[in-house]
């Protein structure tokens, strides 16, 4: 890392790509997603053959996934706010990243077991 | 008199350009931003700063929405596995969550849709490139946009 940088490298960074990387990808998934809801105008035959593919294990898994997007860019999008507008943000940003990682391990924790649910039911009985 | 030929305490060296001093100056440097004659008059407006307090006050209803969205749909009542077609007929059938599914559409696309455009503008460098990288975006925006609004006021749970 190159001498005297208070940027590069250092979290901020590394939280400002995570930020932009979940985000392209979450806008990615709505256009597929309201694609996919629009069979609803279809007939409830394709729509409910399209929400079978959500339920298979692996895209199950990638709905967890995509859970662990959405919740990091929501939590870190209210720090980039709070820094933004909050006259002592930008003094607190890293407690505040370290905050946002806490948080969202917590919550990830939280939901394995529900948004799972299905594919662990398939896959080991009940 | 002897300043001429001398050389004067103050004077900079660059490299590579000898001794720049009052009777051999730098060569005068443009600043970037100047305004030309090609530079169109009336672009000076604000779009950019109302771009970026959207970003801001559209995130903090999204997270309400989206959350909630996400909540619903994968968490609560069975998760991922009651979902189909009867589901999304009683949901719909209430004007409540037909007004949020509406705004969540609208502000998630606009706001995913601003976002992706800094990222063109951040990392297409051909003019061509951007121009059309742009035009693709506002396309699939205008037509994902238009669509789900469509499907929400159209929806019919007796279709066949
Ligand atoms: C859940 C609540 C959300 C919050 C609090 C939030 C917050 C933010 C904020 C504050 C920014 C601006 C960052 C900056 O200027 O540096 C941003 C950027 C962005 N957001 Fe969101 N957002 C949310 C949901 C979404 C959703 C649903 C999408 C996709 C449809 C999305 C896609 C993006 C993209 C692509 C960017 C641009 C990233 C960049 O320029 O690096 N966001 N978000
Ligand atoms: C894997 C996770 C998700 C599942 C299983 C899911 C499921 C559904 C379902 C069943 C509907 C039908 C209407 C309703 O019940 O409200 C719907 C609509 C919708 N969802 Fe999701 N959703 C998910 C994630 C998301 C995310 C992350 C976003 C936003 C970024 C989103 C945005 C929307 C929108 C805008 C609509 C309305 C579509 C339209 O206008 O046609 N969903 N979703």
Redesign the interface.
């Known amino acids: 890392m190159p001498a005297g940088t208070l940027y590069r490298g250092r979290e901020g960074m590394w939280s400002w790509v995570a930020h932009?990387v979940t985000?392209?990808l979450?806008?990615f998934f709505?256009?597929v997603h309201?694609?996919d809801?629009?069979l609803?105008?279809v007939?409830?035959q394709a729509?409910?053959n399209v929400?079978a593919t959500?339920?298979n294990p692996i895209v199950?898994l990638m709905?967890y996934g995509l859970?662990a997007a959405?919740?990091f860019h929501?939590l870190n999008?209210?720090r980039?706010?709070a820094v933004?507008?909050w006259s002592k943000g930008p003094k607190y940003q890293r407690q505040m990243l370290w905050s946002v990682v806490g948080i969202w391990i917590v919550l990830m924790a939280g939901?394995f077991y529900?948004?799972l649910?299905?594919t662990l039911?398939t896959l080991f009985g009940s | 008199m002897s300043a001429e030929t001398s050389t004067p305490a103050d004077a900079v060296e660059l490299a590579g350009a000898g001794t720049y001093s009052p009777d051999n100056p730098a060569p005068v440097i443009e600043p970037p931003r100047t305004r030309t004659k090609s530079t169109p008059r009336a672009t000076r407006t604000n779009f950019e700063m109302y771009g970026w307090l959207f970003m801001?006050l559209s995130?903090?209803v999204?997270?309400v929405l989206?959350?909630g969205h996400?909540l619903i749909q994968?968490?609560l009542d069975?998760?991922?596995?009651k979902?189909?077609?009867?589901f999304?007929a009683g949901r719909w059938a209430s004007p409540f969550w037909q007004m949020w599914d509406l705004l969540m559409?609208w502000l998630?696309?606009l706001h995913?849709?601003n976002?992706?455009r800094t990222?063109i503008n951040d990392y297409a460098e051909r003019d061509n490139t951007r121009f059309w990288l742009k035009m693709l975006l506002y396309t699939?925006t205008v037509f994902?946009v238009f669509?789900?609004t469509?499907?929400i006021f159209?929806?019919?749970p007796n279709?066949?």
């Open positions: 932009r985000g392209v979450i806008f709505l256009f309201v694609l809801t629009s609803v105008r007939s409830p729509y409910d929400v959500y339920k199950n709905e859970v959405i919740l929501a999008g209210l980039v706010i933004d507008f939901a529900p948004v649910d299905h039911r | 801001r995130g903090i999204l997270v989206v959350l996400l994968l968490v069975g998760g991922v596995t979902i189909g077609f009867a999304v559409l998630a696309m995913g849709a976002g992706l990222v699939a994902t669509l789900g469509l499907v159209t929806f019919d279709i066949q």
